[in-house]
């Protein structure tokens, strides 16, 4: 799935948990607080839950994006890598549902962070 270097687990355990993990997914819980980073790392294809509103700078290849979510909401990731940090004054949480069946063939979503289809 991923090298184990870019594993966020790995990468940056103070940010990411794994709750559950079987052959087919694995959910992640990472929370951050306002100033905070990570360093690279990477996702499969992933569904994003957000439990709390916050902003952040994902950071990809020299390029960043701000994003803004609110809390509540469910977004597709598509498979990436990126380092991020947040610029908001919330606290972050979220669940990552990773997926571990690869994707089928066809054009892919490209981008950092949550996909806007």
């Known amino acids: 799935m991923f090298t184990m270097s870019l594993d966020p687990v790995a990468s940056n355990p103070d940010h990411y948990r794994v709750m559950f993990e079987n052959d087919r997914v694995r959910v992640l819980e990472y929370t ?3 100033g905070q980073r990570t360093t690279p790392h990477e996702h499969p294809d992933s569904v994003m839950l957000t439990l709390s509103s916050f902003e952040r700078r994902l950071h990809q290849d020299g390029a960043h994006r701000d994003v803004s ?3 509540g909401g469910a977004h597709w990731v598509p498979a990436q890598e990126h380092a991020g940090e947040n610029t ?3 606290a972050t949480h979220t669940i990552f549902v ?3 069946e690869p994707a089928p063939p066809g054009p892919r979503v490209a981008g950092i962070g949550p996909s806007t289809v």
Do not use: F, N, T, Y
């Open 98 to 100: 990773e997926l571990k």
């Open 88 to 90: 908001g004054q919330s």
């Open 69 to 71: 979510i609110s809390s």
């Open 32 to 34: 951050d607080s306002p």
